[in-house]
């Protein structure tokens, strides 16, 4: 069996493009010789946009769209395209992330700063939403008649 590396035939890219995933994956494994898994994660990849470049992380690679995502502060997102682009499973992408965000401060304290900043605007949307229900709920009382 080939590497996960082969390029993705013409006729299996028209394929994708079509929408017609499972033709690209037969053509893809007709032509290069590569397995049914390995053909999906390359649809896959294509799909995702695929890297078209890695990053060391000192211990593996990491695609350049999933260091683009985490510096938006994209985690889960960063997972999947690393997930993808790589074919790892869910444990090892996460560790592969982690391990680029640990060997790179600068980033994380981006995406930390990032993620920061959209909790604290999630928790202010819900402070606004409990102080409109409480202002509801002090009307209806105040407007309610005794019997």
């Known amino acids: 069996m080939k590497s996960n590396n082969a390029s993705i035939p013409d006729a299996a890219i028209a394929a994708i493009k079509s929408g017609h995933t499972v033709e690209a994956i037969k053509l893809i494994r007709e032509q290069t010789g590569l397995g049914l898994k390995e053909a999906k994660d ?50 090892d992408a996460k560790e592969r992330v982690e391990q680029y965000l640990d060997a790179h401060p600068a980033t994380k304290a981006r995406f930390k700063s990032i993620t920061d900043t959209e909790r604290n605007k999630v928790l202010a ?12 709920y002090a009307t209806l009382k105040w407007l309610q008649v005794p019997s």
Do not use: C, H, M
């Open 42 to 91: 390359l649809v896959d990849s294509y799909l995702a946009g695929g890297p078209d470049k890695v990053v060391s992380t000192g211990n593996g690679e990491l695609p350049l769209q999933a260091v683009n995502l985490l510096e938006a502060g994209k985690l889960i997102e960063a997972i999947k395209v690393t997930r993808v682009s790589l074919g790892l499973g869910l444990r």
């Open 125 to 136: 949307v819900l402070v606004v939403i409990f102080a409109v229900f409480a202002a509801i």
